[in-house]
């Protein structure tokens, strides 16, 4: 099974339990999930997919943009 969040219609402020609040991309512009850590460093998700497997879920994001260090 696999379902796919995007994030860029719900308005700023929204809460989303486990992922965080939704607040506006300072690179593009769009709505997202302001994800501090990363292996990338900081993010603005906008979309991800979620797919449930045999031994887990794999959760990938399929639109995001890599913002500067957060100071």
């Given at each position: 099974m696999m379902t796919i969040a995007i994030?860029?219609?719900?308005?700023?402020g929204w809460t989303i339990?486990?992922?965080?609040?939704?607040v506006r991309c300072p690179c593009c512009g769009r709505n997202g999930?302001?994800?501090e850590q990363g292996i990338c460093g900081?993010?603005?998700l906008?979309?991800?997919t979620t797919?449930?497997?045999?031994?887990?879920m794999l959760v990938e994001p399929t639109d995001c943009c890599t913002?500067?260090?957060l100071r």
């Amino acid at each position: 099974m696999m379902t796919i969040a995007i994030f860029t219609a719900l308005p700023e402020g929204w809460t989303i339990s486990d992922e965080g609040t939704v607040v506006r991309c300072p690179c593009c512009g769009r709505n997202g999930i302001l994800q501090e850590q990363g292996i990338c460093g900081p993010r603005c998700l906008h979309a991800e997919t979620t797919t449930v497997l045999g031994d887990g879920m794999l959760v990938e994001p399929t639109d995001c943009c890599t913002l500067p260090p957060l100071r």
